[in-house]
């Protein structure tokens, strides 16, 4: 199994009580409640613990890309990935992802994944992504369009990363006489390519054709619904006629490791609320902005809401449902083999650090977790 | 005065539409809302003029075709519509993103109208005034945004929509985001070019607009040729809902005196 240690950097300082008078955390929180002192220790705090993941032996470590939400610091991810490329030897570095669709050109992407792997010499795993239903707000960019610009900006990126240059790229939303990268990728053919999802049709079927095979990651979902992404990846595959790797489906989930399941629940409890409750809290008009779904995707949204109900979300159902795994490194592991077990996924992305968790038990989570967990999942 | 529901196919789009009374025409283009409701104000208006209703393409029960993808394409497919229907001498109304597309239409060819009347437009902005953002509003808060007297929201609030509804509901917003979310609600190039529409225009606009900034108002005045502007007190985005009969009366005055 490929492990990542991945990060959102959220701004632990937040006054949540403060913040939960306005409609989100996301988009029209007043920045005023940023302080550029707290918000500098935090950049330090959060960049030491994806360096020391390293040292713990993951894979790779992971960064993602949001805007103006008290959420994650990240708007910029590839700097962050830069300055881990100073910092580490080893590991590789995934940025997960890049919303293609919010650029107006998206050659300054391809040039910078490819700037990176340079850099790196090869240790980038860049990830395409849309961008969340709010960052449609924030950025301006019309969600009517947003597929046709992702799907136009992936196909874009892909050839100025494997065609001789120059070559005029003509596309309905993104049109340019000159494709001519300087630097070319240092990989070849080119960097990896995952795609993180919360699993929309469209995109496993776009991701699972045998012209990408693109790893699949399904995030922040209940382990019923990670397990069905994952069969809908691996019976689409079946359609286009082959097998799907383990390789190629992901799931990434919030993971607390301490001595006991009490200990755990203690510890990381309150952080776990805060993530899914606090920093995540968005509306359906944020999340959902007219076009960035299909008409009926975004139907079956609005059911599954109902489904959920209103109300804060309990650590103990958030354990309970599988969408975050907090205990015993016995009861991880066991959360971990069963969704094994079921699909065959083979790249685990650890968030690590949620919501509030302080550095003292961050710390101490991956510590635990490299020692009791993870030489568990050596294939 | 029951309104007749009738279809038009133009270039093989078919357009869903009301219509009422008889004599010259009166077009009526809907806002971000779509025509929900056949409106008393359209009952007024039928008592003197044949009331042309269309809902446009991608909303209600029209059709949505791929190639319509921004005000442009939709102001010369109504030019399209209305030289193969063979409409003439037309007075033309709008509302909100409605009245964007009329003066879409009118500075690309007016040959065919005779007026136009405006209420609370979309389409031209004033810097450092920004719209009302009824994309993050949540469904009540937008209903209740809409107008200056709350009763009006109360009532609509008191009655959930169907399925049926809510799913034009949906497809409305799919079109009115397609048309109008960046830049949001106006073209940076109709400004330029208002001074074409050498037409009688009134323009009509509530003073409690959360919406549209009352303070558009007067950027319409002035851009306009011909324009006349009316202020209406206590009164949002609808004028012609809110103040029905009032803002019903003045439109078939200033009617009454364009040749």
Redesign the interface.
Known sequence: MKLVSFHLMPYRPLDLAEAAKHRSPWVVLPNHLYDPVKGAEEYASHIDALVYAEALGFDAIGVNEHHQTAYGLMPAPNLIASALIQRTKRVQIAILGRALPLVNNPIYIAEEFAMLDNLSKGRIIAGFVRGIGSEYHSSGTNPYFSHARFHEAHDLIIRAWTEPGPFAFDGDHFSLRYVNLWPRPYQTPHPPVWIPSQGSSETVAWAAHPDRKYPFLVTFSSAELVARYHTSYRDKAREYGYEAASGQLGWACPIYVAETDERAMEEAGQAVETLFNDFLRQTFEMLMPPGYTSINSMKNFVAMRRALGGGRMTAQGLVESGTALIGSPKTVLAGIERMRERTGFGILVCLLQFGILNDELTRRNMDMFAAEVMPHLRD | MPAQRDELKVRGVTVALQRAGRGRTVLFLHGAGGVPQWLPFFDTLAEHFEVLVPEHPGFGGSDDPPWITSMSDLALFYLDLVEETGLDRVHLIGNSLGGWLAAEILVRDRSRFSSLVQLAPAGIRVKGVPCG?N????PEEAVRNLYHDQSFADRLLAQPPTEAQL?VM??N??T???LG????WFSPDLEKWLHRIKLPSLVVWGDDDKIMPPQFAALWRERLPEARLVMVERCGHLPHVEHAAPVARQIVDFLAGVA
């Open positions: 953002d994309f993050i509003w949540g799913d949906l497809r917003r799919f009115v985001a397609k979310w960046q830049p949001r």
